[in-house]
């Protein structure tokens, strides 16, 4: 390890994620000077294009739905475009029987019974989001009661029928935070709805899943640390926190790799799994260090399989298919903007993607592409090019999509989550009410970091 720059900055951040670049940029704009601190050789964090056999592919986050106004905010101010998914023809649905059934419109295929079930959880689920301010679940009127079940148990005691609640679990376990419904609360399930406006909406792929940025979403993060040049330092994973003062006039030094920076002020702008990767001196609180251990990421492998046509678009189907009881839960037609091939993206989540990583490469591609084949025809079997995205092997992230507390922590800890401690800031995703979990959550913690910072240091 070689310490190759000292610098004295306002505020540093550690993490160049869409969060911190945001916070550094809102930073910046008010007049103070900052350095961002980045463990990779590259920005973006968990957004990131790649070409991959010459298959330009986007390899985390990219979707935008239309409430997420910070996220699209900024892409206006940095002048970048979004283009709608296709969408056009029929979805899939496969039952837990195996069968397939193609379909139109929001709802699936199920029986009248069944959809009944489903309108009702939806109902309720709807309801409950509705009485949760997203930045204060805890404060919900039956906090302590939903997040002290698991979401898979509170489905069933809302309903006697398998398949309505293994679809609605779908939409947040295996669909949001990936993991399985058993292993988050009801609460944490009431939060993923209310960051995204109400449960209807994740229900709603054509909204959720809206549009992509032409140039991929990691095209934020690489326009905002464009503008702040060398401000950036890469390959600097920050490993000491030190710090003294009182009062607000703080001296902080974080040690990285590439550089030593001293400032008033840090901001963590990393998921809150990592922050253990850090060295606090003096020591992080009990309460943050408890805290932090009921916070953690999902597992999902998303798929990406690219043929040389969209073969299903001739078929009459638009690539859209869902199933809670297949390998491949979700797929959809991502054919990049202006790309004669086409590309589909699939999701294999929690204990389907324990399954999966336990199978050689060779055959779990095998299943995986059959799982495709089923939802949109044997075509899907012989893809020009197959990627797997395993963001559960990279080391300064360990997970996908974002974090979410275990059974009972979201009203335990969630109130101090952006307690700042001495000049240390939390800013992040994972951390985020509208947004949580999402880009735009990124970006609007970003900008709250940054008014906090903005607000003490020149108020
Ligand atoms: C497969 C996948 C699909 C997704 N799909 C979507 C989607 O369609 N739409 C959507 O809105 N969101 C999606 N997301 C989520 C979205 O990408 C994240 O919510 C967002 O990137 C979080 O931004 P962030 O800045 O909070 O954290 P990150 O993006 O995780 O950035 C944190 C940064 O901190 C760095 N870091 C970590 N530790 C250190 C250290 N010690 N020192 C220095 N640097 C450090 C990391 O390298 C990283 O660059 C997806 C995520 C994944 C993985």
Redesign the pocket.
Same mark, same amino acid.
């Given at each position: 390890m070689q310490n190759t720059q000292a610098i004295e900055r306002d505020v540093v951040i550690? +993490?160049? %994620? $869409?969060? +911190?670049l945001t916070a550094a940029h809102e930073l910046r704009k008010a007049g103070l000077s900052v350095a961002v /601190?980045?463990?990779?050789d590259r920005? =973006? =964090?968990? #957004?990131w294009s790649n070409t991959i056999d010459g298959a330009w592919l986007e390899? =985390? %986050?990219?979707? !935008?739905s239309p409430d997420?106004e910070a996220?699209i905010g900024l892409l206006g101010e940095l002048g970048l475009d979004t283009y709608s998914r296709y969408r056009e023809g029929e979805s899939v649905y496969i039952a837990p029987d195996g069968t397939r059934t193609r379909y139109t419109g929001e709802m699936f295929p199920v029986s009248e019974v069944t959809e009944k079930e489903m309108n009702k959880l939806i109902a309720t689920l709807d309801e409950l989001a509705a009485a949760m301010d997203p930045a204060r679940p805890w404060e919900h009127p039956q906090a302590r009661e939903l997040d002290t079940i698991s979401f898979h148990h509170w489905l069933r005691s809302q309903s006697g029928d398998e398949e309505a609640c293994n679809n609605i679990g779908l939409f947040i376990a295996g669909g949001m935070l990936t993991k399985p419904a058993h292993a988050f609360s009801a609460l944490q399930a009431v939060l993923m709805a209310a960051s995204a406006g109400s449960f209807s909406n994740l229900v709603d792929e054509d909204f959720i /899943?809206d549009k992509r940025v032409v140039g991929g979403?990691q095209g934020v993060s690489l326009a905002l640390a464009a503008k702040l040049g060398e401000d950036v330092i890469l390959n600097? $994973?920050?490993?000491t926190v030190r710090w003294s003062g009182n009062d607000g006039d703080w001296r902080v030094t974080v040690e %990285?790799d590439n550089a030593t920076v001293t400032a008033k002020r840090v901001v963590m702008? !990393? $998921?809150p799994n990592?922050y253990s990767?850090?060295s606090f001196d003096p020591p992080l609180p009990r309460r943050q260090h408890q805290m932090h251990q009921h916070q953690s990421l999902g597992l !999902?492998i998303?798929v990406h399989a690219v043929y040389e046509t969209p073969f299903w678009r001739g078929a009459g189907l638009s690539g859209t298919g869902f199933s809670a009881s297949s390998l491949v839960q979700e797929v959809y037609d991502n054919t990049n903007h202006e790309d004669p091939r086409g590309t589909l993206v699939g999701f294999v989540s929690d204990e389907k993607a324990d399954y999966a990583f336990s199978l050689s490469a060779e055959d779990r591609k095998k299943e995986i592409t059959a799982s495709l084949a089923h939802f949109l025809g044997d075509e899907a079997l012989e893809p020009v090019v197959y990627y797997e995205?395993d963001?559960g092997s990279e080391e300064? #992230?360990r997970g996908?999509?974002?974090s979410s507390y275990d059974l009972g922590g979201l009203h335990r800890y969630g109130m101090d989550q952006l307690t700042p401690v001495g000049p240390i800031h939390w800013?992040?995703?994972?951390l985020a009410a509208e +947004?949580y979990?999402?880009?735009?959550?990124?970006v609007r913690?970003g900008q709250y970091t940054a008014a906090t910072l903005v607000a003490s240091l020149k108020g």
């Amino acid at each position: 390890m070689q310490n190759t720059q000292a610098i004295e900055r306002d505020v540093v951040i550690i +993490g160049a %994620g $869409p969060s +911190g670049l945001t916070a550094a940029h809102e930073l910046r704009k008010a007049g103070l000077s900052v350095a961002v /601190l980045e463990a990779r050789d590259r920005v =973006g =964090g968990r #957004t990131w294009s790649n070409t991959i056999d010459g298959a330009w592919l986007e390899i =985390g %986050g990219q979707w !935008v739905s239309p409430d997420q106004e910070a996220l699209i905010g900024l892409l206006g101010e940095l002048g970048l475009d979004t283009y709608s998914r296709y969408r056009e023809g029929e979805s899939v649905y496969i039952a837990p029987d195996g069968t397939r059934t193609r379909y139109t419109g929001e709802m699936f295929p199920v029986s009248e019974v069944t959809e009944k079930e489903m309108n009702k959880l939806i109902a309720t689920l709807d309801e409950l989001a509705a009485a949760m301010d997203p930045a204060r679940p805890w404060e919900h009127p039956q906090a302590r009661e939903l997040d002290t079940i698991s979401f898979h148990h509170w489905l069933r005691s809302q309903s006697g029928d398998e398949e309505a609640c293994n679809n609605i679990g779908l939409f947040i376990a295996g669909g949001m935070l990936t993991k399985p419904a058993h292993a988050f609360s009801a609460l944490q399930a009431v939060l993923m709805a209310a960051s995204a406006g109400s449960f209807s909406n994740l229900v709603d792929e054509d909204f959720i /899943l809206d549009k992509r940025v032409v140039g991929g979403m990691q095209g934020v993060s690489l326009a905002l640390a464009a503008k702040l040049g060398e401000d950036v330092i890469l390959n600097s $994973p920050a490993r000491t926190v030190r710090w003294s003062g009182n009062d607000g006039d703080w001296r902080v030094t974080v040690e %990285g790799d590439n550089a030593t920076v001293t400032a008033k002020r840090v901001v963590m702008a !990393v $998921p809150p799994n990592l922050y253990s990767r850090v060295s606090f001196d003096p020591p992080l609180p009990r309460r943050q260090h408890q805290m932090h251990q009921h916070q953690s990421l999902g597992l !999902v492998i998303k798929v990406h399989a690219v043929y040389e046509t969209p073969f299903w678009r001739g078929a009459g189907l638009s690539g859209t298919g869902f199933s809670a009881s297949s390998l491949v839960q979700e797929v959809y037609d991502n054919t990049n903007h202006e790309d004669p091939r086409g590309t589909l993206v699939g999701f294999v989540s929690d204990e389907k993607a324990d399954y999966a990583f336990s199978l050689s490469a060779e055959d779990r591609k095998k299943e995986i592409t059959a799982s495709l084949a089923h939802f949109l025809g044997d075509e899907a079997l012989e893809p020009v090019v197959y990627y797997e995205s395993d963001w559960g092997s990279e080391e300064w #992230t360990r997970g996908a999509y974002a974090s979410s507390y275990d059974l009972g922590g979201l009203h335990r800890y969630g109130m101090d989550q952006l307690t700042p401690v001495g000049p240390i800031h939390w800013s992040s995703s994972d951390l985020a009410a509208e +947004g949580y979990q999402h880009v735009d959550g990124a970006v609007r913690m970003g900008q709250y970091t940054a008014a906090t910072l903005v607000a003490s240091l020149k108020g």
